[in-house]
């Protein structure tokens, strides 16, 4: 009767064990970390190269921190962030052929960040491989919404110029004659094309525009100086590069005159800008696009932009202590990469299709604001992103927050006047 007892028991107990077997869960091995393979084209090299060579140490930390926090979340999956970088040096040909070195021998699944004069040379290659390409609409008359499927435009350089003028033109009430400079060249009426503008510009704000173009490749500015005088400039805003600027800067410092420049792109350190102005009284009023997202007033950032815009900032300062960051990298570099992170979160996977499916006409948080989308009436596609046109200005030693006139559609026309209109190819 015992042994009998016994078996009953061992019995009972192997039956709990396969029980209790059967409702523990089996341990799944962990899930192969995958990897998101980006790139950007910028110069490094020739004369812009400042800029790609300013931004690209900003960019890299804000991957690393992505995946220092364990990567991107993409539907089921964990992804770990690959960044790289191919020289763009403003030209389309060179500019295309890094895009290729990035698709071709990077896997890349999309270039982000590009603000060179070439769309039309990099979304030839782009669009065949599928590749998302985010960047600027500078050179947009090549574009065309049908043909061109997979580009966005991050950094809607064409509209922000007006309201970064206009920012400017606000900060200083008893200006009322805005100056408009540039290098002349190609076959492109600027006059025609912006007398419309001009005109509404004048009616809406009470700001007058007139224009001086100049030679490119000019370092003496003392002529247009003069001509700007004339023609009663209180502000100028130009279209050049940091040399340019800063010279003259420097030239109407010496005629004798302190108008605010301003430049569509950031400024840089305050010692390169002192160094091309000549003096801390000649670079006095340079202005510069300034959208760093924790000095915005007008435009509100999302927390965890915010928050990772801080990180970034912290751990460039902390791995750089010798160098500025440059505010530029949060105007086209590490925003074009929050886009694409953004919508691949959205849309749940890496698919360019659905990708894209996410960013016509979608709304999305960004580092530099939330923004829909809506850039379907002026370039006759949806993919446009606004931007916050932030300033800074140089005041004693230092580069400190002017104003902002935010663009929170890119279809809104300046009084009642589109400022572009597409150009199919």
Not at 270 to 282: M, N, R
Request: proline residues 6%; negative net charge; aromatic residues 12%.
């Amino acid at each position: 009767m015992g042994q009998y007892r016994l078996s009953i028991s061992l019995v009972l107990a192997v039956i709990f064990l396969a029980v209790s077997a059967c409702s523990t869960p089996v341990a799944q091995p962990p899930a192969e970390e995958k990897v998101l393979k980006v790139g950007s084209v910028m110069p490094f090299s020739g004369p812009a190269s400042f800029w790609g060579l300013a931004e690209r140490p900003v960019m890299e930390i804000y991957a690393d921190l992505i995946n220092e926090d364990g990567g991107l979340k993409i539907g089921d999956d964990m992804y770990r962030v690959e960044m790289y970088f191919a020289d763009g040096p403003m030209d389309p040909a060179a500019d295309a052929a890094a895009a290729r070195s990035l698709i071709y021998d990077k896997n890349v699944k999309a270039i982000l960040g590009y603000f060179g004069v070439g769309y039309y040379a990099v979304s030839a290659v782009t669009v065949p491989e599928k590749i998302i390409l985010d960047c600027t609409t500078i050179s947009m008359g090549a574009y065309d919404a049908k043909k061109d499927p997979y580009s966005i435009f991050g950094f809607p350089a064409v509209e922000m110029s007006i309201n970064q003028a206009l920012a400017v033109m606000q900060a200083f009430p008893g200006a009322k004659t805005l100056c408009w400079v540039y290098a002349s060249g190609g076959n492109v009426d600027v006059e025609k094309i912006y007398t419309p503008v001009d005109e509404a510009i004048e009616e809406t704000y009470g700001v007058k525009s007139v224009r001086v173009a100049y030679p490119a490749g000019t370092l003496n500015f003392t002529a247009y100086i003069a001509k700007m005088a004339e023609l009663g400039a209180d502000v100028l805003y130009m279209y050049g590069q940091p040399l340019e600027v800063g010279l003259l800067a420097k030239q109407r410092y010496q005629m004798g005159y302190t108008w605010p420049i301003a430049s569509n792109a950031a400024l840089l350190d305050i010692k390169t800008v002192k160094g091309i102005a000549g003096s801390e009284e000649a670079m006095q009023n340079i202005c510069g696009d300034y959208c760093l997202p924790w000095e915005l007033k007008k435009v509100t950032v999302a927390p965890k932009y915010l928050d990772m815009a801080i990180r970034i900032r912290d751990t460039f300062e902390a791995k750089y202590p010798d160098k500025e960051l440059y505010a530029g990298a949060f105007g086209t570099g590490v925003p074009a990469m929050g886009h694409y992170f953004e919508a691949v979160q959205m849309a749940g996977t890496t698919d360019p299709d659905e990708v894209m499916g996410v960013l016509r006409g979608g709304t999305l948080e960004t580092f530099l604001g939330r923004y829909t989308l809506s850039g379907a009436e002026t370039y006759g596609s949806p993919v446009v992103f606004g931007f916050p046109c932030a300033m800074s200005i140089i005041k004693g030693n230092e580069i400190i927050y002017l104003n902002e006139e935010p663009l929170w559609d890119v279809d809104h026309p300046v009084g009642g006047v589109e400022m572009y209109k597409p150009i199919t190819k």
